[in-house]
């Protein structure tokens, strides 16, 4: 009986890779770079307006305040105006919901956002090249929120893992390969 065939190097991917390269560390950082500053642009498109609206609607207020004094802003219900502020809101919102069904549907349904495209690479499920789905696109990106903040090693991780996967990537079963 032949011996069995040797074990594969340590650093080759656990999984299968399917013909396909993963995403190096620079290709990802450059997206989420470009991704942060094209969608950021479409959300301030929203923010800015809200935002003047909601000062707008509290000036009379602002302009009770004394400064010398240290005096707290006090708003009576003419000082206000409820309509601007609540706008302002509204549209804040509406720009956060925009941007995210944007974002989580070109994720979800080809794997790349704008700036994924941009630098040639796309997020595709570990067990072959299937899209990942709006569902987990948006649980991948709530975890790369909240792994980030927690530690931004997850973030680092890729660069010694054997399938250059981050946390938030092992924990939704994606790899990030060039396209």
Excluded at 94 to 107: C, K, M, N
Excluded at 108 to 133: E, H, L
Aim: aromatic share 8%.
């Amino acid at each position: 009986m032949p011996p069995p065939p040797p074990p594969p190097p340590s650093h080759a991917p656990t999984q299968p890779t399917f013909g396909r390269q993963y995403a190096s560390f620079g290709a990802r950082l450059g997206g989420l770079i470009i991704d942060n500053l094209l969608y950021g642009a479409l959300l301030a498109v929203f923010a800015v307006p809200g935002i003047i609206m909601i000062f707008a609607g509290g000036k009379d207020c602002a302009d009770k305040i004394d400064a010398a004094n240290g005096a707290d802003v006090t708003c009576s219900g003419s000082d206000l105006n409820a309509g601007l502020v609540a706008g302002g809101i509204g549209l804040l919102v509406l720009g956060l919901i925009v941007v995210a069904v944007i974002y989580l549907r070109a994720l979800g349904r080809t794997g790349q956002t704008w700036g994924r495209k941009i630098v040639g690479v796309k997020v595709v499920r570990q067990q072959g090249d299937a899209p990942i789905g709006v569902g987990i696109a948006l649980a991948r990106t709530l975890l790369e929120q909240v792994l980030g903040q927690l530690c931004f090693l997850n973030y680092l991780w890729m660069l010694w893992d054997k399938d250059n996967q981050t946390w938030h990537d092992k924990i939704v079963n994606t790899v990030v390969v060039k396209a």
